[in-house]
T-cell receptor
């Protein structure tokens, strides 16, 4: 089945800093989503982005499907951005597969 | 528009018991997927239900079973609970099966097996 890697595994930032999270996947995908999991376990949808670029406020994402990676950019980070960020992908005929996540801590 | 809801929020069971978790899909969604998330890991796909039929299953034993009802709500049943079944169980709904649509997750049920 498809393999998903995320980097870095852990990231500590000062409030106001920018960051880039990466998701690599081993096969072509029909579906790619980025999620933020808050401390209570809720998975919050950030982007549905099987290809192309999207922006939503301080967050933006780019997926280069031909090169099998996606990037999530967080600008001017805030303490409320802390949590775990997951990339999840689906390849045709297979199940939705989550990466191991990037744990982000934003310090005041 | 009502989001995905799950019940109960927390549950404590003992080894060998059976448990039923419930999920109501987002309005207009006919597909429900269930995931297990162990501490410190990403969610793992258990199975998906599309229009009341199982539509894909992950690497979980048969003691994990499910149902989807005509209103597209769903249940996850786990028999003969083991200590390793302790996890956060997440339900997600999407507009249709096939994986081409965005999935939306409920708040989860945290199961502890003693």
């Amino acid at each position: 089945g498809i393999q998903v890697e995320q980097s870095p595994p852990d990231l500590i930032l000062q409030e106001g800093a920018n960051s880039t999270l990466r998701c690599n996947f081993s096969d072509s995908v029909n579906n790619l989503q980025w999620f933020h999991q808050n401390p209570w376990g809720q998975l919050i949808n950030l982007f549905y982005i099987p290809s192309g670029t999207k922006q939503n406020g301080r967050l933006s994402a780019t997926t280069v499907a031909t090169e099998r990676y996606s990037l999530l950019y967080i600008s001017s980070s805030q303490t409320t951005d802390s949590g775990v960020y997951f990339c999840a992908v689906l390849s045709y005929g297979q199940n939705f597969v989550f990466g191991p996540g990037t744990r982000l801590s934003v310090l005041p | 528009e009502t989001g995905v809801t799950q019940s109960p929020t927390h549950l404590i069971k003992t080894r060998g018991q059976q448990v039923t978790l419930r999920c109501s899909s987002q309005s207009g969604h006919n597909t429900v997927s269930w995931y297990q998330q162990a501490l410190g890991q990403g969610p793992q796909f258990i199975f998906q239900y599309y229009r009341e039929e199982e539509n894909g299953r992950g690497n979980f034993p048969p003691r994990f079973s499910g149902l989807q009802f005509p209103n597209y709500s769903s249940e996850l049943n786990v028999n003969a609970l083991e200590l390793d079944d302790s996890a956060l169980y997440l339900c997600a709904s999407s507009l249709d099966g096939g994986g081409m649509y965005e999935q939306f997750f409920g708040p989860g049920t945290r199961l502890t097996v003693l």
